[in-house]
T-cell receptor, first 112, second 116 residues
C-alpha cells in the first residue's frame, strides 16, 4: 500500500517562531488532507489540498503532487498550535473513495 | 450543526464483555468512517459507509468487530467479545462526499476504550 512519511517526528518551538512540516507519499494521490490533533485528542481538518497552495490565517499548505510531497507552514506559532499534525492521503478512486491513509504525524510543542 | 457526535466518550470494560460505540454523523453527509488510534499503529481506517451501505471493511481487525448503519443519522461499532488489545481511541468521521466543495472528513471527539 501507499506509504506516508512525515518529518520531523517531533518539533519544539518558542512562541513566535515559524516552522515547516513535511509529508512525503510513495504514490500518486487524489486527495491530501492535513489535520491537527489537539492535546485533548480532537482531530481538526486544516486543509484539503491535493495540489497547489492554500492559506488560512497563520497556516498555509503546499502540495506538489508530481513530486509527491506536501508542506505545512506555521508562522508566528502560538501555544495553541501544540499537538500532533497528520497528513492523510487517498491513493486513487480505484482503491476506495476517501479511503485515507494517515502518516505517523509530527508532534509539535510550542513553549511560551 | 453540532458536528459528529460520539458516545460514550469513555468506556472501561472487562475482557469478554460486549462493547457498543455509537456515532451520529453530520446531517446531510453521505459518508461515515470508523477509525481506531493506538500508539503502536497510529490512525487506521476500520470501515466506511456510503449512503448507509458498508463499502470497505478490510480494516476491521477480526470477526469480533462489526459495524452497522441502520439509517443516515446513526451508526454503531460493536466488539464482542472485547480483549485488552482492543484498548484504543475510536473515532467516527463523516464527509459530504462529492457533493461537498471540498472532500474533507470531519471527526468526532472519539471514544476512549479501555479493556481490562
Amino acid at each position: 500500500g501507499i506509504q506516508v512519511e512525515q518529518s520531523p517526528p517531533d518539533l519544539i518551538l518558542q512562541e513566535g517562531a515559524n516552522s515547516t512540516l513535511r509529508c512525503n507519499f510513495s504514490d500518486s494521490v487524489n486527495n491530501l488532507q492535513w489535520f491537527h490533533q489537539n492535546p485533548w485528542g480532537q482531530l481538526i481538518n486544516l486543509f484539503y489540498i491535493p495540489s497547489g497552495t492554500k492559506q488560512n490565517g497563520r497556516l498555509s499548505a503546499t502540495t506538489v503532487a508530481t513530486e509527491r510531497y506536501s508542506l505545512l507552514y506555521i508562522s508566528s506559532s502560538q501555544t495553541t498550535d501544540s499537538g500532533v499534525y497528520f497528513c492523510a492521503v487517498e491513493r486513487d478512486r480505484d482503491t476506495g473513495f476517501q479511503k485515507l491513509v494517515f502518516g505517523t504525524g509530527t508532534r509539535l510543542l510550542v513553549s511560551p | 450543526d453540532a458536528g459528529v457526535i460520539q458516545s460514550p466518550r469513555h468506556e472501561v470494560t472487562e475482557m469478554g464483555q460486549e462493547v457498543t460505540l455509537r456515532c451520529k454523523p453530520i446531517s446531510g453527509h453521505d459518508y461515515l468512517f470508523w477509525y481506531r488510534q493506538t500508539m503502536m499503529r497510529g490512525l487506521e481506517l476500520l470501515i466506511y459507509f456510503n449512503n448507509n451501505v458498508p463499502i470497505d471493511d478490510s480494516g476491521m481487525p477480526e470477526d469480533r468487530f462489526s459495524a452497522k448503519m441502520p439509517n443516515a443519522s446513526f451508526s454503531t461499532l460493536k466488539i464482542q467479545p472485547s480483549e485488552p488489545r482492543d484498548s484504543a481511541v475510536y473515532f467516527c468521521a463523516s464527509s459530504p462526499g462529492l457533493r461537498g466543495v471540498q472532500i474533507t472528513q470531519y471527526f468526532g471527539p472519539g471514544t476512549r476504550l479501555t479493556v481490562l
